[in-house]
């Protein structure tokens, strides 16, 4: 984003990560702005899996004799796990560990970015920049999206440029998919065959929602189911190697 000029930059906590709101179009829209971000703190009381009074908790606590009103966004996540399950033959799973209570942690965190992204251009349509939330970035009005991905780990750090033709990516790696509580889903399924906790994923889509859950379909589903979900949702699924270049690469191939 070197050709860019940051005109406005605003941060604050997120569902275990940090959100960061960029503006790149030269005015005051600190309002707007704010709004954005009330967005995001009135869907983190949605899906806040460690607040006992979130929806997602309730839900979680509620028997099959129980009525309960889903909140329309809770809905709407829902709906879409569900269908990247079926369609992942389970590789991605919304569910806590190996248990039946929901965790929409990494999807709903991009669902919120999606939705502060649409906050913003609802009032202004033409406006130009980037929310980005821990691994999930989604690009706005922006003519060249062009990011430094890091990879490799803390003692050996690498960066690779990589070129975006939609608006949202996402990264993540089996470290943090099968460990880090706070940003994903424990996993206890085995990493797909020849990848490591050396290897990395990034999935480049049209919302950071479908991004985010594509994610753990890259790490662990079988190469056809990849090639599947990454046709269904017109998305580009990145294998990085332990060296940080590129190792695999599933797309659409419709024409």
Not at 5 to 20: C, D, H, I, N, Q
Not at 74 to 100: K, Q, T
Not at 148 to 163: F, Q, T
């Amino acid at each position: 984003m070197n050709k860019l000029k940051v005109a406005s930059k605003r941060v604050r906590p997120l569902m275990g990560t940090f959100v960061e709101v960029t503006l790149f179009s030269e005015g005051n829209f600190d309002s707007l702005i704010t709004k954005a971000f009330e967005k995001a703190s009135e869907l983190e009381k949605v899906f806040n899996v460690h607040d006992p009074k979130s929806d997602i908790s309730i839900l979680n606590n509620t028997s099959d004799d129980d009525t309960f009103e889903l909140h329309p966004a809770l809905a709407e996540v829902l709906e879409a796990a569900d269908e990247i399950m079926l369609l992942s033959e389970g590789a991605f799973s919304p569910y806590r560990e190996d248990s039946a209570f929901w965790d929409l942690s990494g999807i709903a965190k991009g669902y919120i970015v999606d939705q502060m992204v649409e906050t913003i251009l609802a009032e202004q349509p033409a406006l130009m920049g980037m929310v980005n939330a821990g691994g999930d970035l989604r690009f706005f009005n922006c003519p060249e999206k062009k990011i430094s991905l890091r990879l490799g780990s803390a003692s050996h750090p690498l960066e690779r440029s990589l070129m975006l033709l939609k608006d949202a990516i996402a990264t993540s790696s089996p470290t943090v998919a099968m460990t880090d509580e706070k940003s994903s889903t424990i996993y206890l399924k085995p990493l797909r065959e020849g990848l490591s906790v050396q290897h990395a994923v990034s999935v480049i889509a049209d919302t950071c929602m479908i991004a985010d859950a594509m994610t753990k379909v890259g790490l662990f589903a079988k190469r056809e189911i990849v090639q599947k979900c990454a046709s269904t949702f017109k998305a580009q699924v990145i294998i990085f190697g332990a060296d940080g270049d590129p190792l695999e690469v599933f797309e659409n191939h419709e024409a």
